[in-house]
């Protein structure tokens, strides 16, 4: 049976969470590694590991889109806009100052401490495209700028007019590809383009592609034609990035988010939706804390990395300092979300001012129990 606040959620989205997660993780442990010192996987995950935050983009986008695009009550955007803040901003706002402190009581860094209102403002993406990647500190808050401008966008036109948002969304799935072609093949012709893959502008298509999908599955489009679709995409991406280097860069994000939307179209579209077992099980709990893993992962990387290198001449292998970061990491997780995260969101839950069920739904939409099982009421907190 799942844990209370396991049971209105996709068990296999969950796992699509932990797989992303788990590449992250294996991506930080990789780099403390030489090369020789690595398996076939584990060299993958040094080069591509980072690509797990980009199945976490299309994923978001499908589930904010999915509560957008369904719902049209009174005050549905204020309970939007408290949902976001209140799941995402205490616990990084946490994230970031232990950053700060670390890097005080460790003494790293300490140039870059008048910077770190960069992370606490959400623009750690933007600076670096534009200042470069060493004038921010705790880069890998990067994601959660291109994220909240996502969730603050998608808010915006919906409020504004609900009947564009789906031409929004195709529109901004496809306009950030063309960028991001753009840019690499200026930066291939000599012209210095920084760190192309943290703009969020040349970014944002994955979350809005991630709410194409919600829009079609709110349409009830059929799932044949869904994972034709997706498939597709996904194949042809491929073929692309076989291509050119500086097609390689631009498409190699684009093929992640479409293989990501036809493993949602599959697992949450069908007959898969409330599948569950003992081994996904696992995995989805993996994936459900997968927020604070992401944000405090590399804490316990480099403290299990320093302890190591004092205890023994060579450390572990990768595989073994891998489980251990992950293992650490979940059980601060579980610690954090019974004590700080759960709290939180429950706050923010009475700040709603009224229950959800029975306000009226958008015009034209008929919800569907996408990501959460059956009640479409209570929304997987993503």
Known sequence: MRPPHLKNRSALLDCIR???????????????????????????????????????????????????????????LKTFFLRRFFRIVPLYFVAVTVFALAMIVTRTDLHLLDRMWVPYSFLTAWIIFFQGEATVPYTITWSLSVEEFAYIVFGLVTWFSRRSMPAFLIAVSILPILLRWYLYWESANGNHTPAIHYFPLARIDAIATGGVLAWLMVRKTPLKYLLLGFGGLTLLSWVLVQQTPVLNRTFLYSLTTFGTCFCIALFDGGRWRMYSNAVTEVIANIGFYSYFTYLFHYFNVYA???????????????????????????????????????????????????????????????????????????????
């Not at 020789?36 to 499908?62: K, M, N, Q």
């Not at 979300?337 to 939180?344: D, H, Q």
């Open 18 to 76: 932990a797989v992303a997660i788990i590449m992250v993780i294996g991506f930080h442990v990789a780099l403390e590694y030489p090369r020789a010192d690595l398996d076939t996987v584990a060299l993958f995950l040094r080069r591509y590991g980072l690509l797990g935050v980009a199945i976490f983009f299309p994923l978001s986008g499908y589930l904010i889109s999915s509560f957008l695009l369904t719902r049209d009550y009174p005050g549905f």
């Open 304 to 382: 299990l990395f320093a302890v190591v290198h004092k205890l023994f001449a060579t450390p572990p292998s990768f595989w073994i300092m891998t489980l251990a970061a992950l293992v650490l990491t979940h059980v601060q997780a579980m610690i954090s979300y019974k004590i700080f995260e759960g709290p939180m969101m429950r706050f923010g839950r009475k700040l709603e001012g009224r229950k959800e069920t029975g306000g009226k739904k958008a015009a034209g939409m008929v919800p569907v129990p996408m990501a959460t099982g059956a009640d479409v009421s209570k929304p997987p907190e993503t």
